[in-house]
């Protein structure tokens, strides 16, 4: 007798070929995707298998159908999808609590861990910040900060944990949004220069005290400066 081959069901198909366009970057976040017809003639199915793989994928907070506008890319993968589609990341505060958590944690693993590899990209972006804090370009200031956080996670040597950090890059990314301006509060470029040296300096519990202490600089300041 010949094994059963259990079909994929055709919505899941489809559901997963737009998941795959959302992750590659195909249908970034923000942006507006094609309407049904197009989608179901590009696919060759049925609008009623569209419709059911993209209320799929809002159901899990990774597109977002606006009435009479269309349907938008709310977030790249489903942790930040759910977040986003329950409101848990209203809170700034909630945010950086669970980045001073992740990031403490990291710091600790990289002040072990990084390589010199690690250690030069950290001061490249250091460096690169500054530079865009004199630019006064407030794009490029979030996009190198944000490197700066994640290089301490990848010098942390933990993939799971870089993985975890990355499926919360958004969320992440927008706390920076939230909090930066520039000028900025000179002790904020100061912690960041801390958690550097304490990972240099190959001090588990300085890097980890540091990284918290920068979060918390976020919190004092006036300004809500990143």
């Known amino acids: 007798m010949e094994p059963l081959v259990r079909q994929v069901p055709l919505v899941l198909q489809v559901s997963d070929q737009f998941r795959s366009r959302i992750e590659s970057g195909e249908w970034p976040r923000g942006a507006r995707i094609p309407g049904e017809h197009q989608l179901a003639t590009e696919l060759?199915?049925?609008?009623?298998?569209?419709?059911?793989?993209?209320?799929?994928?809002s159901l899990t907070g990774l597109l977002e159908p606006r009435v009479g506008d269309g349907t938008y890319v709310r977030a790249t993968n489903e942790i930040s999808g759910v977040l986003v589609r329950d409101e848990l990341s209203a809170s700034l505060t909630h945010v950086l609590d669970a980045r001073a958590g992740i990031e403490a944690a990291a710091a600790r693993l990289a002040a072990r861990n990084a390589t010199p590899e690690n250690l030069k990209a950290l001061a490249e972006v250091l460096e690169a910040r500054a530079a865009t804090l004199e630019s006064g370009d407030m794009d490029a200031f979030v996009?190198?900060?944000?490197?700066?956080?994640?290089?301490?996670?990848?010098?942390?040597?933990?993939?799971?944990?870089?993985?975890?950090?990355?499926?919360?890059?958004?969320?992440?990314?927008?706390?920076?949004?939230?909090t930066?301006?520039?000028?900025?509060?000179?002790?904020?470029?100061?912690?960041?220069?801390?958690?550097l040296e304490a990972i240099r300096a190959g001090d588990p519990e300085a890097a980890s005290q540091a990284s918290y202490a920068l979060i918390e600089t976020v919190k004092r300041s006036g300004s809500g400066q990143e």
């Open 180 to 195: 930066a301006t520039i000028p900025e509060d000179h002790r904020l470029g100061d912690a960041h220069a801390d958690v």
């Open 143 to 178: 996009a190198v900060d944000t490197d700066f956080h994640r290089g301490v996670v990848l010098a942390s040597g933990n993939p799971l944990l870089l993985r975890l950090y990355d499926a919360l890059a958004e969320v992440m990314t927008e706390s920076i949004h939230q």
């Open 44 to 57: 060759g199915v049925s609008r009623g298998t569209v419709r059911e793989a993209l209320r799929s994928l």
